[in-house]
């Protein structure tokens, strides 16, 4: 059965397409989440918010609309580790320093940073890696601030087209930037990237943009032109569009992951990097679609 959460049960506003003119009201993100775990995991959603290996949160503070994705690295289940255990901890620090305050609308890497040094700190040791990234809206300035570590990422669209999208952090191929926690005998032979080395970006947002979070389940499968094609569906601002249109795009990326004759855009990737790929990457998939719209308490 495929789980769709949605978050934001209050009067919200929009106009799709945007709004241009600066106004003294506060904004808010109205969002849903959809997605998928791959293998036996698939359409069920963990307790925490985590499909399959990936993991989110949805946060709301009265000065800031906060969420955020992570994907556990599988790599780690060939030593016994379940690969989800660290991404839904850091997801779930991130989201409780949040609900606590404990966080500036500004600086989104905070975040990441003060939840990854909380799990280092643990009596009992969480081993893992997790790629993350967090997505702030300040309520009041009406700007979006940004941390992507890895590749998991956003995209902002406005009027049909792509106008703010993050960069993707990859040490080689398929190798990204990622958070993680090593047993004291694999220190320094784990790779480990600081959370002050995720990309952060800033920049305003307009009543109607659309905002879409995702892990890199839904990027390795599924290009620019595919997902704003199903965004083209979403046709108002009502919690059963977007949690339609959410489930629409997690869908049509799962389905295109298992796909062997699919020139995928992770397959494309990876010819680019001189190797003889084809097909659809299986992944978990995590998808959070948000409209910006005007906040009513």
């Known amino acids: 059965m495929l789980s769709v959460l949605s978050y934001g049960r209050l009067v919200a506003r929009a106009?799709?397409?945007?709004?241009?003119?600066?106004?003294?009201?506060?904004?808010?993100?109205?969002?849903?989440?959809?997605?998928?775990?791959?293998?036996?995991?698939?359409?069920?959603?963990?307790?925490?918010?985590c499909y399959g290996d990936d993991a989110c949160f949805i946060a709301r503070h009265r000065s800031a609309d906060v969420l955020g994705v992570a994907d556990g690295v599988g790599g780690w289940r060939d030593y016994g580790v379940d690969p989800s255990q660290f991404?839904?901890?850091?997801?779930r620090t991130c989201e409780r320093l949040v609900k606590e305050g404990r966080f500036v609308p500004s600086s989104p890497?905070?975040?990441?940073?003060t939840s990854y040094y909380e799990l280092l700190q643990n009596k009992v040791p969480l081993l893992g890696s997790s790629t993350a990234c967090i997505v702030v809206l300040d309520r009041r300035s009406h700007?979006?601030?940004?941390?992507?570590?890895?590749?998991?990422?956003?995209?902002?669209?406005?009027?049909?087209?792509v106008v703010h999208r993050s960069d993707e952090q990859q040490h080689y191929f398929n190798t990204p930037f990622q958070l993680s926690i090593a047993p004291p005998e694999a220190e320094g032979v784990v790779l480990s990237d600081s959370p002050e080395a995720a990309d952060s970006t800033s920049f305003d947002v307009q009543l109607g943009d659309i905002i879409l979070t995702a892990t890199d389940g839904l990027f390795d499968n599924m290009p620019d032109y595919m997902i704003?094609?199903?965004?083209?569906?979403?046709?108002?601002?009502?919690?059963?569009?977007?949690?339609q249109t959410a489930r629409s795009i997690a869908e049509q990326a799962h389905e295109l992951a298992y796909d062997p004759n699919y020139m995928s855009p992770f397959a494309q990737f990876a010819c680019d990097n001189g190797l003889n790929v084809r097909g659809g990457k299986p992944d978990d998939i995590t998808v959070l679609l948000s409209i910006v719209a005007e906040y009513t308490d």
């Open 109 to 113: 890497v905070g975040i990441l940073t």
């Open 143 to 161: 700007r979006l601030h940004t941390a992507n570590l890895g590749d998991s990422g956003f995209l902002v669209v406005r009027g049909g087209e």
């Open 87 to 91: 991404s839904g901890t850091l997801m």
């Open 228 to 243: 704003l094609q199903e965004l083209k569906k979403l046709k108002n601002t009502n919690y059963e569009s977007i949690q």
């Open 15 to 49: 106009v799709l397409g945007g709004l241009s003119q600066t106004d003294s009201r506060d904004y808010s993100l109205v969002t849903a989440s959809c997605g998928f775990g791959k293998d036996f995991r698939k359409g069920i959603l963990k307790k925490g918010m």
